[in-house]
């Protein structure tokens, strides 16, 4: 099987708001894809659909061979799915949170002792296995939710905003374990906010309210979406000058970047007219994944605005 996923034109209403528009994607087997977008902008809805745990209100869907609308129950048992909230009972223990789930999938009691201690080592958790969940940290127990959705060795497992509110090196460690799933033949769909775990994936899709703006893999999209020469300004009070850099007739946009600006050029014999404007020398730069989100997002509203 080529593709894991794909979706045709699957739509999510909520009275009169359309959270997800017409959403065409395909997720090929053994892939990290990235599902990549501001808070609110329809990637919580997508997954839950895919999962079966939301209906759609319009469009369609294939989940591993399955059809979404009519074989949602085969669906559910050839899947995992962790949710931000990681989804673990705080009065169990370690072991007990995994014999739960191990149960929920049907494994067997000889399945159960061979994948319980594996999760268990996977999650570092190796001498603490008698501890309430609600003991631990927020690193141990999104590593410990990764193992209650994993344990049954699902063919594609849906992760949903699972970096949230954890730590950068638990965040780091997380995704070392996803790219070992995925080494195995695992499918792994992930929603994210943060720019440097999206760079880890093998294919991104962009989405902004509600709609697929960009799919493609990090390098292409930030090779190739910016038209223009891009270049860093570190200059006292940036945020407060991005308007005067703006009406440039030679800058095509200007953003904030920390405590920095990006200014992206028509093109680089520019760069002497901009460097006696701002007073410092500007950097050239590679664009990063949110400068591509970015221009893709201005890009999105000015068309509408346009049409």
Known sequence: MDCVVETRDLTRVFGNFTAVDKLNIKIKAGEIYGFLGPNGAGKSTVIRMLCGILEPSGGSATILGYDLLK???????????????FSLYDDLTVLENLEFYA???????????????????MAGLT?????????????????????????????????????????????????NIIQELAKSGTTVMVTTHFMDEAERCQKIAFISQGKLI??????RLKRNTLQGFLVELDIPGAIGQISAFQDLPYVQD????????????????????LRSFAGTEPKPIVPSLEDVFIALTKSRRAGEKSA
Not at 71 to 85: A, D, L, P, V, W
Not at 129 to 136: D, M, Q, T, Y
Not at 254 to 273: F, I, R
């Open 71 to 85: 074989e949602t129950e085969k669906i559910k048992s050839r899947i995992g799915y962790m949710s931000q909230k």
């Open 103 to 121: 149960g929920i999938y049907g494994l067997s009691r000889t399945e159960r002792q061979g994948r319980i201690p594996e999760m268990i080592a």
């Open 127 to 175: 001498g603490r296995e008698r501890e309430p969940v609600a003991n631990l940290s927020g690193g141990w127990k999104q590593r410990l939710a990764l193992g209650c959705a994993i344990i049954a060795r699902p063919a594609l497992v849906f992760l949903d905003e699972p970096t949230s509110g954890v730590s950068p090196t638990s965040r780091r460690n997380f995704f």
């Open 214 to 219: 960009a799919v493609d893999t990090p390098d």
């Open 254 to 273: 200007c953003s904030n970047h920390g405590a920095v600006l990006h200014v992206l050029l028509k093109d680089k014999k520019y760069l002497e007219d």
